[in-house]
């Protein structure tokens, strides 16, 4: 375990030190202490670390991560793992809006709730939120999971393409072009993996699943493999 | 962007200390927007006595021609009139039934100074600069109080001037600042005007601020008021607003400009961003949430 402090040592030594771990480092546990809501806490790692930040932190926490596990006890400003595209990134408190923007890939775990456009944009990315999300989550969502146990605010999916949206509680608003659809035997394993994944004790039966109608954008039956 | 400050001190201990903890959370704020900055204190108030705060790019000549002229023009008693002044701003305190009179003088007579703010309670300084250098100019560490906000400008919809800065104060003991531009301030401004609301600068910030002012006066609550401006005032905005006995915070329904609030049972205090919150008492114990959008939040002594 190597312990940096942000205010001792600067955040440009974090994620310079952080950053320069081969995916062979033996330097597995990172814990970060005194984020005192710094920016780009944690940003651009690319190595099988673990990485725990001791507080709160501001925007951007762990955005563009690549095979790194990064834990927040606390809550995250905006744009939290913003382009992941791959590993972990758990928030133990709620996350600011936009969070897991345009994430590629990985998991993105928040155990409060989620701001507004929550997953906008998302390219693949998996978002499992224990709480409610904002207005405007999923916008123009293409590819990935959003898994809500709680309720989502107004204009959810608006503009989907392909992303799923799986929500346990109510939905203020459906956006243009996201509708309701069945949740089959595929789809509750697949939530039911998703929730496992981010060790959240919820019942697949209990979601709706949502996703795009394809009136709004050129959908072709022959690229649906690519989803 | 702009950085957005408050704090409204629910423990009457803290009250020594209300400059100090407003000025460094703003100057944490400073790369939010380090074109102006500045800050609204709600002071000791005393009955009867009214508190005029001025601003003049040439202090050193205006302000004694002032006093000189408010001494002259009014009844009261020397040691009941005070001039206090500080760099570019002078605050008056005053008899209450002297207020109209010496706002009066001063607009029609002293064309240099402006007023910021009048009331029972309220002081207001702001500059073009730093928050740093805005903070130590005006000794605004020292300053204490019951609640306060602050905010460093990022210049959008107006020019970088002393009067384009926030808070704006457009009603006694009333203030607000905003983060954000608001896209029908113009109709808006002509609308108030039309009312008879007198509104100074070009800045869309001062609209919003007029027109909260415009509808209390109507007798509106600072609640009602605010619920009423998410139907009129169109385009984005975190506004927090301060009165004399209270502060609110109103955010747009889309919700672009980043606020976060906490709360404990000394305090409750608003930031832009975390960052600005970490230095304040018990912080780790406060609750800490994101305002919801489109929902007016008040507190009050």
């Known amino acids: 375990m190597t312990t940096i402090d942000i205010t001792e040592q600067g955040l440009r030594y974090l994620n310079e030190t952080l950053q320069q771990q081969s995916t062979g480092t033996n330097q597995k546990e990172w814990d970060i202490i005194n984020p005192r809501g710094s920016h780009a806490i944690a940003v651009g790692l690319d190595a099988p670390i673990q990485v725990t930040v001791n507080g709160s932190t501001g925007y951007y926490c762990g955005g563009m991560n690549k095979q790194a596990s990064i834990t927040i006890k606390g809550s995250a400003g905006p744009g939290v793992a913003e382009n992941m595209s791959s590993g972990m990134v758990v928030v133990e408190g709620d996350a600011s809006q936009y969070a897991g923007a345009t994430g590629r890939g990985g998991t993105l775990v928040i155990r409060g709730n989620a701001a507004s456009r929550c997953g906008i944009s998302m390219k693949g990315i998996d978002i499992i939120v224990a709480g409610n999300i904002g207005h405007m989550s999923a916008f123009m969502a293409q590819k990935g999971n959003l898994v809500v146990l709680g309720d989502a605010g107004e204009a959810l999916g608006d503009s989907l393409y392909e992303a799923r949206l799986f929500v346990r509680g109510s939905v203020k608003s459906l956006g243009a072009d996201c509708i309701e659809k069945d949740m089959t035997e595929a789809h509750i394993k697949q939530l039911a993996e998703l929730l496992e994944r981010a060790d959240m004790d919820a019942d697949p039966a209990q979601f709706r699943r949502y996703g795009s109608a394809r009136q709004l954008y050129h959908f072709d039956v022959d690229n649906v493999s690519a989803y | ?301």
Request: charged share 20%; with cysteine.
């Open chain 2, 1 to 301: 962007m702009c950085g957005i400050v408050g704090l409204f001190l629910k423990d009457d201990a803290l009250k020594p200390q209300l400059g100090e903890m407003l000025s460094a959370m703003l100057i944490t704020m400073t790369d939010r927007g380090p074109d102006s900055a500045g800050i609204a204190i709600y002071g000791d108030e005393t009955a009867g006595q009214t508190k005029i705060t001025v601003q003049s790019g040439t202090p050193d000549s205006d302000f004694p021609a002032l006093e000189k002229h408010i001494q002259d023009q009014t009844h009261l008693a020397k040691d009941k009139l005070s001039f206090t002044m500080r760099d570019t701003h002078a605050v008056i305190v005053a008899a209450e039934t002297d207020k109209d009179h010496i706002l009066t003088l001063i607009i029609n007579n002293h064309p240099n100074i402006r007023v910021m703010s009048q009331g029972q309670s309220i002081e207001i300084y702001k500059e073009v600069g730093l928050p740093k250098n805005v903070v130590e100019r005006f000794a605004l560490t020292q300053a204490t109080g019951s609640h306060g906000i602050g905010h460093t400008r990022m210049a959008t919809e107006s020019a970088v001037t002393t009067l384009g800065a926030h808070p704006f104060s457009t009603g006694s003991d009333q203030c607000l600042v905003h983060n954000g531009s608001l896209s029908n301030h113009n109709m808006m401004r002509r609308k108030l005007r039309a009312e008879g609301v007198n509104i100074q600068t070009e800045n869309d910030s001062e609209v919003a601020a007029a027109y909260l002012s415009a509808r209390m006066s109507e007798g509106e609550t600072l609640g009602e008021a605010l619920t009423s401006g998410l139907n009129d005032l169109d385009g984005f905005f975190t506004f927090v607003v301060g009165t004399k006995t209270g502060f609110g915070v109103l955010r747009d329904p889309i919700a672009c400009k980043p606020a976060v609030m906490a709360e404990t049972d000394a305090y409750v205090a608003f930031g832009s961003e975390y960052r600005a919150l970490v230095n304040l008492p018990d912080i780790d114990q406060a609750r800490v949430w994101e305002p919801e959008p489109a929902e007016v939040y008040f507190w009050s002594h």
